[in-house]
């Protein structure tokens, strides 16, 4: 998505009521801005519906967009539907019992409720299109050696002074209205 789009897409949205009344809070409180909260890395894996491994599945040739696909706007890459799985595993390790929790998903439409790992509050702007079409940032940048892990678990930091720090080094803006919308 196009950076003009992204923030055209970011002015008329609503998410930016609950940031404004913590800001109010703060400047209530007549506090400068509290230092981004501290996160302890590497997190824990999260116990998952159904044991899937980037590790097992990188040799196969499949690209992370493949899975991931950043579809406009952009904001997210998302998580891969049932179907995109059953077009393996209707015949890979059908027997399997996590193939057949997997499968039963699938049959039912329902969502695996896979437990989410990465993810900023919701007065936080942030664009997948942005990051990778635009900044050409890697994967790995953000979320580390994906392909080489079982499991996942968070790695890598999203806080405000990770995404600033960043910001400084290749000349983004960081002024509090590119991340918060405040109009
Ligand atoms: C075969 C499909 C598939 C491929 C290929 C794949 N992923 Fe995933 N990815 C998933 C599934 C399913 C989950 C949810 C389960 C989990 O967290 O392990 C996931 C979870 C993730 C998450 C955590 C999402 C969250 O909850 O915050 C990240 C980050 C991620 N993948 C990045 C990547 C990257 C980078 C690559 C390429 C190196 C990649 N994935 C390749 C299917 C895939
Ligand atoms: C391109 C084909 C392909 C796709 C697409 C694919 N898989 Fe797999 N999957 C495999 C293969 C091959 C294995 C066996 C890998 C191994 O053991 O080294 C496997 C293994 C697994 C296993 C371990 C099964 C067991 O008990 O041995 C799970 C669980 C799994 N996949 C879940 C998923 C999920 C969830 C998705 C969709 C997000 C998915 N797979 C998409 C090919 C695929
Ligand atoms: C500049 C850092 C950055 C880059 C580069 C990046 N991500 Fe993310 N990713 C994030 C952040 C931050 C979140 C949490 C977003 C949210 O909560 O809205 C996230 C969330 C995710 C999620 C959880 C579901 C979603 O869409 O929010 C997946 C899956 C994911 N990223 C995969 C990828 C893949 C695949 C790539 C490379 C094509 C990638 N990311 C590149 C920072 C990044
Ligand atoms: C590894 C570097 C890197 C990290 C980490 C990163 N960004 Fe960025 N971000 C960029 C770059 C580079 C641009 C400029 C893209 C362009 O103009 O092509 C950008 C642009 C943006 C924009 C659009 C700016 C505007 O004025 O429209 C937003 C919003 C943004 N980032 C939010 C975030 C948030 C929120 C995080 C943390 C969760 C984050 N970014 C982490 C590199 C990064
Ligand atoms: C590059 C993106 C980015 C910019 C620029 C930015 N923030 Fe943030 N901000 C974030 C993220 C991400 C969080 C969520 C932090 C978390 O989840 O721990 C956040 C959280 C906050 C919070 C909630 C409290 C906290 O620290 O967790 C306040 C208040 C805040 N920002 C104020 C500001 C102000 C004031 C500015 C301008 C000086 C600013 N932000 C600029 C990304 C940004």
């Known amino acids: ?19 404004a009344a913590a800001l109010c809070a703060i400047l209530l ?3 400068p801005a509290p230092p981004s909260v501290e ?6 894996p999260p116990v998952q519906p159904v044991p899937f491994s980037h590790k097992a599945h ?25 179907a995109v799985c059953m077009g393996c595993h209707i015949a890979i390790r059908k027997e399997s019992p996590s193939i057949q929790k997997l499968a039963g998903f699938a049959k039912s439409k329902t969502r695996v409720p896979w437990a989410r790992i990465y993810a900023v509050p919701d007065y936080v702007w942030f664009s997948h299109g942005v990051h ?5 940032v890697d994967c790995a940048v953000c979320h580390g050696a994906v392909a080489a892990r079982d499991a996942m678990f968070k790695e890598k930091p999203t806080n405000m002074a ?15 209205d590119s991340c918060h919308s405040t109009r």
Request: glycine share 10%; aromatic share 4%.
């Open 1 to 19: 998505m196009s950076l003009s789009l992204f923030r055209s897409v970011r002015r008329v949205a609503v998410r930016r009521s609950a940031f």
């Open 29 to 31: 409180a007549q506090k």
């Open 39 to 44: 996160e302890k890395l590497p997190g824990l």
């Open 58 to 82: 990188a040799p196969l040739g499949v690209k992370c967009r493949d899975c991931h696909a950043i579809r406009e706007p952009g904001f997210e890459a998302g998580i891969p539907g049932e």
């Open 132 to 136: 990778v079409e635009e900044a050409k």
């Open 162 to 176: 990770s995404c600033m720090a960043c910001h400084a080094e290749r000349g983004a803006s960081n002024g509090c």
